[in-house]
Structure formats: C-alpha cells, structure tokens
T-cell receptor, first 115, second 114 residues
Framework: SAVISQKPSRDICQRGTSLTIQCQVDSQVTMMFWYRQQPGQSLTLIATANQGSEATYESGFVIDKFPISRPNLTFSTLTVSNMSPEDSSIYLC????????????FGQGTRLTVV | TQLLEQSPQFLSIQEGENLTVYCNSSSVFSSLQWYRQEPGEGPVLLVTVVTGGEVKKLKRLTFQFGDARKDSSLHITAAQPGDTGLYLCAGAGGSGGSNYKLTFGKGTLLTVNP
C-alpha cells in the first residue's frame, strides 16, 4: 500500500492566523487530494492538488481560504488562512495510485483547533 | 448533489453479536468502497466492490453491492472489540462523475463492548 505522511498531527491556533499542513506521499501515488472531516463525521473533498498548477476546488471551497501547492509529484501543502473557530476540523491528505482509481490512501490527518 | 445515506449512524453492541451497516444512494456508482477509521488515524480501505450483485468476504466481514450499483451493505459476524471504529462507505464515479472523486457517507460509529 502507498505511504502517506502528514504533519502536523494536531495544532491549536489563534483566530486570524494561518496554518500550513504538509503531505508527503511515496512515488506510487499520482493524484493527491485534500479532505476535511468533522470528528466522527463524513469526509468532504476540498480540492484536487494538481502538480505544478492551481488546485481544482470543490463547490464551497476557494483558493483564497485554502491555498494548495503541489510543487512535485510527491509533496503537497494545504494552508488554512485567516482561521476562525468554524475551521476547527480534521484535515486529511489522500492519494490514488496510477490506474488504481478504486483505492484511496489517507494520511493520519491533522486535527486543527482554532481558539 | 450525490448523496450516500449511511445507517445506522451509531451502533453499540456486545461482543459476539452480528450487525449490518447500510449505504444507499439514488445515484449509480462505478464502484463503492468501504473504509474503517480509528481515532487519530486516516480511513483505511477495507474493500472495493465494482460489479452489481457482487459479494466479497474479508474474514468476518461480508460486503455486498446492490444489483443496480446504488447501494451496499457491510455485515459483521461475531463482532469483536477490535472491530470498533468509524465505518465509511464511499462511492466513485457517481452520476457520470470522475472515477477518482469519492462521495462519502456520514459514517457508522461502531462500538463493540467486551
């Protein structure tokens, strides 16, 4: 199985600040995604991280709030900007291997609390 | 909007009991996946079902994909405390969408008491 490591695993941040979450995947992964999950709840896709170009955002998510970079095949970052308590959630990085669309791998998640 | 309705949302049972979790949608999916997530971890894939009517078994877990590829079920036989976790179903390729985009159900939080 593909290996995905994500950091930080958790953080407590002041409102109005920004946090950047890093995701490193092994070379098997070709597509990368960012999800948000309320504890014990479903996952919501934020965006698809595209290598060397702007991410593709889902409805309800915008680049100014959640800028995403993917400078190479195996690394991506998600920034949560100008945070408010409503941004408190678990953020998950995910990847799919080339040609194996039916299997998604996930990082351990970043639990963010905004105070 | 594609929705996956998952039920029950919460389930607390005793060790040794059987249980079934359901995942239903009005959309047809090219595949449906089941994940299990433990606290502080990301979801881990249990199984993918692709063919309508397909049944897959993973030890004490039995997964079924509906004939119309709109619904699925997960049955656990003789549940053990180690089965405790959040079970999530996810559909791919719903309503002709991209196969790599997953729509997740809300999850079933299972607690198996010793």
């Amino acid at each position: 199985s593909a290996v995905i490591s994500q950091k930080p695993s958790r953080d407590i941040c002041q409102r109005g600040t920004s946090l950047t979450i890093q995701c490193q995947v092994d070379s098997q992964v070709t597509m990368m995604f960012w999800y948000r999950q309320q504890p014990g709840q479903s996952l919501t896709l934020i965006a698809t991280a595209n290598q060397g170009s702007e991410a593709t955002y889902e409805s309800g998510f915008v680049i100014d709030k959640f800028p995403i970079s993917r400078p190479n095949l195996t690394f991506s970052t998600l920034t949560v900007s100008n945070m408010s308590p409503e941004d408190s959630s678990i953020y998950l990085c995910s990847g799919i291997r080339q040609g194996v669309w039916t299997e998604a791998f996930f990082g351990q998640g970043t639990r963010l609390t905004v105070v | 909007t594609q929705l996956l309705e998952q039920s029950p949302q919460f389930l607390s049972i005793q060790e040794g009991e059987n249980l079934t979790v359901y995942c239903n949608s009005s959309s047809v999916f090219s595949s449906l996946q089941w994940y299990r997530q433990e606290p502080g971890e990301g979801p881990v894939l249990l199984v993918t079902v692709v063919t309508g009517g397909e049944v897959k078994k993973l030890k004490r877990l039995t997964f079924q994909f509906g004939d119309a590829r709109k619904d699925s079920s997960l049955h656990i036989t003789a549940a053990q405390p180690g089965d405790t976790g959040l079970y999530l179903c996810a559909g791919a390729g719903g309503s002709g969408g991209s196969n790599y985009k997953l729509t997740f159900g809300k999850g079933t939080l299972l607690t198996v008491n010793p």
